[in-house]
């Protein structure tokens, strides 16, 4: 997948990672589709506003009718309600689930039709370490996450008949908006989308932006004692 003279859909464009890749395929030649719920959020000079929400199938099916040029997609929308699984609101469950897992099918099953039109192109799913591991007081958010991740495989597996690239991104905590309130060390998202985009064009189809990731994907071997010690 080459980045100049794409043509890119971002989701969730307008600010955090995905304003990163937005700003950086653009430095690269691309033409890029700022996907977002407000589209007038939208303040990155070059880019293409467009309307957007994940969790509307008519939204969606809008935004595939109003481009047809689109060669990568980079399903990058999400949500993170910190919802628990045995305590939290049952609509902050439905939120992470219909963000991360349906959100990024609805996406990928609109302008999959239009990346086969146009070569194949690519996609790139924004996953987490998250989708390897879960956290007890964020369990929703997780296993969204992990839904998301195996989504992510099964697709790779049936979109490559027509060609299309699939690519997942793992990452720790970036420092953006969504999880301002995390004392933990963040990464810098502008680095996270360069080495997704460098490894997305070298056809990586599964990138790992840190040591975290690494490490958390190399204690899947282990099983539930690796990765959960406490119960070892």
Known sequence: MQIAGSTALVTGANRGLGRHFAEQLLAGGATVYAGARRPESVDLPGAIPIALDITDESSVAAAAAATGDV??????????????????????????MRTHYFGTLAVTRAFAPQLAANGGGAILNVLSVLSWISLADSGAYCAA???????????????????????????GYMDTDMVRHVTAAKHD???????????????????????????????????????????A
């Open 189 to 231: 998202p502008a680095t996270v989308a360069k080495l997704a985009l460098e490894e997305l064009q070298a056809g990586n189809p599964e990138i790992l932006a840190d040591e975290l990731s690494h490490t958390v994907r190399a204690g899947l071997a282990g099983g539930v004692a690796a990765l959960y010690p406490q119960f």
């Open 71 to 96: 060669t990568l997609v980079i399903n990058n929308a999400g949500s993170s309600t910190g919802a628990s699984l045995l305590t939290g609101p049952m609509a902050d469950i439905d939120l992470e």
């Open 145 to 171: 996450k992990s839904a998301q991740w195996s989504l992510t495989n099964a697709l790779r597996q049936e979109l490559a008949a027509q060609g299309t690239q699939v690519s997942a991104l793992h990452v």
